[in-house]
């Protein structure tokens, strides 16, 4: 050890502690690895679609299901995978109440992820929140997009 006088500067090094900002693999205790279960046959990857082409699309081309706190809009993309897109319009309020029902449709359609992926193909799927949907609980509107889409079962 370097005791602070420069007569006794140490000939061999220390050995250098591991550096802590490499990047290591994070273990999370609660999910230990390989324990993801995909439950059902559909898709299992789950997208966002980003492209405006895309949301284009799905307007003009998709199924449209009208309900209390909002519109769905579905399409078939032949692409496996289930890609979804949560729109909330100026029309809705300030950016307070549009952040919210976005977040409660984003919710809605993870609980509701499972119904969707009952085929063998994946959907595009576009959310559009109406005004009434801030005040609304997110199981009002999961058990709404429930009801829809067992709707669309039925007309398939």
Known sequence: MYDGSIYNIPSTQ?????????????????WPEGSEEKKGKGP???DSLKRSADLKRVFEEGR?????HFVLYILPNGLNRLRYAVV??????????RNRI??????ALRLGIRDINTCDY???????GKKVAWKAKT???HSELRDILSDLRKTK
Not at 19 to 26: I, T, V
Not at 102 to 107: D, F, K, P, T, V
């Open 122 to 128: 994946g959907y595009d799927i576009i959310l559009v």
């Open 14 to 30: 220390e050995k250098k502690k591991k550096d802590a900002r490499l990047p290591q693999k994070k273990k999370n205790k609660r």
């Open 44 to 46: 299992q990857e789950i």
């Open 139 to 141: 199981q009002d509107i």
């Open 102 to 107: 976005r977040r409660i449709l984003r919710e």
């Open 88 to 97: 909330a319009g100026k029309r809705c309020g300030n950016a307070v109440k």
């Open 64 to 68: 449209r299901f009208v309900g209390t």
